[in-house]
């Protein structure tokens, strides 16, 4: 099971990432559990200092932008 942590205060560019990486990882078929990091000081754990940010298994894939579907396909399949 992958873990996945979306890093971000809830604005709409975090649900953005959400959506669409519960999206790539729906049709990818993968078993995940995916959960939202809203707590600033938990975003240095990570090594993150802009958002919305994506946390695969506890290694920060992407920062600072939401990325395409096809993107974060290839980021959950790798």
């Not at 669409?20 to 049709?27: C, G, I, K, N």
């Not at 938990?42 to 802009?50: I, L, N, P, R, T």
Request: aromatic share 6%.
């Amino acid at each position: 099971m992958k873990k996945l942590h979306i890093l971000g205060s809830g604005c709409t560019k975090c649900n953005t990432l959400a959506d669409l990486t519960r999206q790539a990882a729906d049709e990818l078929g993968i078993n995940y559990e995916l959960e939202k990091v809203t707590d600033f000081l938990k975003f240095a754990d990570y090594g993150v200092m802009v958002t919305p940010a994506l946390v695969i298994d506890g290694k920060l894939a992407v920062s600072g932008r939401v990325p395409a579907l096809d993107e974060l396909k290839n980021l959950l399949s790798a």
